[in-house]
């Protein structure tokens, strides 16, 4: 027998019933077969009573499993061996009231946020489409549901006419057979915090890592959060830059406003409401970050975000009502929508990470950072030279020459290939030739 232990396959000298566990996390996974009367060698050892066991085993998995399995004697080396196959099922199966999942040769049992994923995964259904057994229409704001109306007049032309509130709830989804699902709570509720208290958005300014300058928590439906969590960071945390057009003045925020808004959207329709974790946006000198707890969905690794894309939403009702409002498209372009905006603006691409869980998006103000201009792939020498500009304001062939030690002709490509990399543009003609980073507009 040169079978080996894996994710669907394992080996028992003999039956107990307290094998029913790993036919559960099979069940649980992507169905497997367990085979009885093999020693740890993998070698074929045979059973007693083989006859009785193929009588016996299926009915206590269908008892105490609630699963039929495919039960069989084969000979392996003239000995009889029991394979016991079950299939992947579609509801979760537990054996004495326990949950277990397969994860390679191990069988895990799921507890607590997990537990909690697993069976609503198994039921269909994602976190805001389960009802909300707490909440009434009392808990409603009404305000909320009246601005949703003037949001969404392109999308639904209909709901400006409507004027009963649970008639658009139940049109929107949000409410069933006349339970209040936790959706309707979070986008429509006076206090959603009373019912889900981790359901609120923290921003920080950081001088470091450990150095906590100021705070905000934002709190109130996911409405609100957004519309006040972009007022606080506009005045209280981020610069504004004047610029004119023509005769019009426009107010430039440090970061592309419509970059915030579309990470924020997403943190909040992606993000995992089981955890305990706020949404947190981080300010720092030079970047800004948004966090979220939530595990990318398999079909959209990190690597992706930056190019076409599934849309695959984590909390299927928001989404929904986002898009309905005019706030979110829903082909998966949110974060390409968010890298446009930055680099509109001249500033490098955002990063995108989803590590141990968490979702993070990283805008950074200054795209001349020793960090930045690596990930472009300039040498040392280029390098350099973009900072002594930074701190000097300009360069000449001659200053780069004496600044890296290069010929003359090497200092004449290393500057060619600043330029072509966008980095730096010239200026003046002739002996007056000199150069200077590149701005928004050259």
Known sequence: MKKTETQNIEFKPNWRDEYLKVL??????????????????????GVRNAKKLLEDIPNKVKDRLGIIPSVEIKKEKGKEVIYIAVNPSSVPISFNGRYFVRSGSTNLELSGKELSNFLMKKSGKTWDELPEERATLDDINEKTIEEFKEYARDRMPAIARESNYKTILEKLGVIESGKIKRAAVLLFGKTPQRFYPQA???????????????TDIVEGNLFEQLRNSLDILKTKYLMSNVKFE?????????????????????????????????IQIKVYTDKLSIMNEGKLPNEVPVEKLKTNHLSVPRNIL???????????????????????????????????????????????KDRF?????????????????VMYVKDKGKITN???????????EGARQDISGLVKNGILVQRGKGRSVRYVLKQVGD
């Open 24 to 45: 559960a996390a099979f069940a649980n996974t992507d169905g497997g077969t367990l085979i009885v009367g093999v020693d740890d060698n993998h070698n074929p050892i």
């Open 200 to 214: 609120q958005l923290k921003i920080g300014k950081f001088l470091t890592e450990t150095e906590l300058k100021s």
């Open 246 to 278: 023509g005769m019009h003045r426009r107010d430039v925020l440090e970061y592309p406003y419509d970059a915030l808004r579309e990470a924020i959207i997403n943190a909040m329709i992606h993000r995992d409401y089981a955890s305990t974790s706020a």
């Open 318 to 364: 928001l989404a929904k009502v986002f898009y309905l409002a005019g706030f979110i498209e829903t082909w998966g372009r949110g974060t390409i929508k968010i890298v446009e905006n930055c680099k509109k603006q001249g500033l490098p691409e955002p990063d995108f990470n989803n590590e141990n869980g968490v979702m993070e998006v990283t805008l950074y």
């Open 369 to 385: 950072t020793e960090e930045y201009l690596k990930k472009l792939g300039l040498n040392e020498r280029q390098i350099k030279a």
């Open 398 to 408: 001659k200053e780069y020459r004496n600044l890296v030690k290069l010929s003359d």
